[in-house]
């Protein structure tokens, strides 16, 4: 565990309504400075909805997010960005007419960093061996393979050089190879120093990695804690498994 | 065959000015997802500005482009930062509200013309409008051959730009994929401002060339904007060969219907229009997803 302790991130009961629908309903949870910290939950619980609240993809209705103190509500995301919370996405948005090193380049120049000149070309370089894109790096990001599109999600977002990465199923899709490349992956990533904040639907690789963990179920938290207990909770595993006595009562 | 000669090589001319005058649209399409239906107006009150130039002062057409262009970006910006920056965001396509609102400036443009030069014919006599040069047999135009030359070097500036210059990794980021862009902390914002201004001052520049071929008044523009609308549908939106070609093909199709067949001059606007239609129903992808289908064929073959 990394020497300096206390939280980084504070969220305090955010919710956020898409018209009828409560996509969030008051989450409140914090996060310490070196964690691996899981976000959990069902399809449609709100994982993404909470990740983008968090970075500025959109406000959330109500409620407050503290990065280092700092109000993030109402900042954009490349505001976000550059006080060095960043995010990658479960459905990788890769610049696909543009080569890989160029893609992570994008992060180096204008994240948080903004490196120019031989410095940005020496981080680029970094971040392509860090994610093993080496051999890669001069092909367009559009022909990449699945494994390598997650990877290449993260290398620019680590290009921007932020305190906290928040992966958005980075394992969604991959095989179990790569699975493991990608657990090794992100150990290290929080060994560097970074605190990570990640959705991931493998339970191996969650109860593996994570510190701590949040369960959400239609947007509500419902569990949180070591993974050894939050995975055994009743309500967590009614969740997941479905109520069986509601169950019956449909059937 | 002398003939199909110097008609390819007219065709070739005149896809130059085409391409830079499309390309102003497929930058501000890229970056934004708008049309900018104000291009014709901004083309022709380059072309005014460019004749007021050289009527007060006697300034060249081509060399009034250095004052014009970069007046033309920042008029731009000032239209961004005004006007544009309020448009609520889609990111499926162009929002009626920007349609209108550019619709809009364009008639705004057109009446402050009128309010400012009256509706009479103008046009701009350089010592060199009537000269040609013989060439193959033919002969060629010396505005023509000039217009081509500097659509030439515009484009490749502003290719260079896009690839070579951090901002030009922006531009061609948030083009790409504007979210993304925005996560790896690109201020999205600030970009489509510059590449606001840098479509203005395409339009300005194809404007001013336009004034050195053609008689203008406050209405100029509108079949041009037309042509344009044909070769980025064409071309796909956002490539910039894609552009090129689609101005190729608009250009030689023009020229080779007006030489080869008895179709009027002034049926040029429906030739384009035609192959807009065409377009938008045999192959809406343009060239590039005709290519990109083609290429799967062989690929599964």
């Not at chain 1, 103190?69 to 610049?95: C, M, S, W, Y």
């Not at chain 1, 050089?161 to 990608?182: H, K, R, S, T, Y």
């Not at chain 1, 959400?216 to 070591?226: M, P, T, V």
Request: overall charge positive.
């Amino acid at each position: 565990m990394p020497a300096e302790n206390g939280k980084i991130l504070a969220v305090s009961s955010v919710s956020k309504r898409f018209g009828g629908l409560l996509a969030l309903d008051s989450v409140s949870f914090e996060v310490q400075r070196g964690e691996i910290f899981s976000v959990i939950g069902p399809n449609g619980a709100g994982k993404t909805t909470l990740f983008s609240c968090l970075v500025g993809t959109y406000p959330p209705t109500s409620g407050s997010v503290r990065f280092r103190g700092e109000e993030l509500k109402g900042l954009r995301n490349d505001q976000v960005v550059a006080r060095g919370l960043v995010r990658t996405h479960q459905i990788v948005k890769p610049f696909r007419d543009m080569t890989v090193a160029d893609n992570i380049r994008v992060g180096v120049l204008y994240g948080r960093l903004r490196l120019r000149g031989a410095k940005a070309r020496e981080r680029v370089d970094e971040m392509l061996s860090r994610t093993q894109l080496g051999h890669r790096a001069q092909v367009k990001a559009g022909v990449l393979s699945i494994g390598e599109l997650k990877r290449l999600e993260i290398a620019r977002a680590l290009a921007t050089g932020p305190d906290v990465l928040c992966l958005d199923e980075v394992m969604g899709g991959l095989n179990p190879a790569e699975i493991q490349q990608a657990m090794v992956l992100v150990r290290a990533l929080r060994d560097s120093g970074l605190t990570i904040l990640m959705i991931e639907h493998h339970v191996h690789a969650v109860a593996g990695l994570s510190d701590r963990l949040v369960v959400l179920n239609f947007g509500k938290k419902i569990a949180e804690g070591r993974p050894g207990e939050a995975l055994r909770d009743p309500a967590v595993v009614a969740a997941y498994l479905g109520d069986e006595t509601k169950e019956e009562a449909r059937a | 065959m002398q003939k199909f000669v110097i008609v390819a090589l007219n065709s070739l001319l005149a896809a130059g000015l085409y391409a830079t005058m499309s390309y102003g649209l497929a930058v501000i399409y890229g970056v934004m997802r708008i049309i900018n239906l104000a291009h014709a107006g901004l083309m022709m009150l380059a072309a005014y500005a460019t004749w007021a130039l050289n009527d007060r002062f006697g300034l060249d057409p081509f060399l009034s482009m250095i004052i014009v262009a970069p007046a033309f970006f920042v008029l731009g910006m000032a239209l961004y930062a005004t006007l544009i920056r309020w448009l609520p965001r889609s990111a499926a396509g162009p929002s009626m509200q920007s349609l209108l609102l550019l619709f809009g400036v364009w008639l705004v443009l057109q009446n402050l013309a009128y309010a400012i030069w009256g509706g009479d014919t103008q046009s701009i006599l350089t010592p060199y409008t009537m000269e040609s040069v013989p060439f193959l047999g033919g002969r060629l135009g010396v505005p023509q051959i000039l217009v081509f030359v500097v659509s030439i070097l515009s484009l490749v500036g502003l290719n260079l730009v896009l690839r070579r210059t951090y901002l030009g990794k922006a531009i061609r980021a948030v083009t790409q994929n504007r979210d993304a862009a925005m996560l790896s902390g690109v201020n999205a914002g600030q970009i489509a401002a510059v590449a606001f201004g840098i479509g203005t001052a395409f339009a300005a520049m194809a404007g001013s060339m336009l004034s050195t071929l053609y008689a203008f008044t406050p209405d100029f523009g509108r079949s041009f904007l037309l042509k344009a609308f044909c070769i980025i549908v064409l071309g796909g939106m956002e490539s910039f060969t894609g552009v090129a070609l689609g101005a190729l093909v608009l250009a030689f199709i023009e020229n080779f219907a007006s030489a080869y067949t008895s179709i009027p001059v002034s049926y040029q606007d429906a030739i384009s229009f035609t192959l807009l239609v065409v377009v938008l129903v045999a192959a809406p992808g343009g060239l590039p997803g005709l290519w990109r289908m083609l290429d799967r064929r062989v690929v599964a073959r």
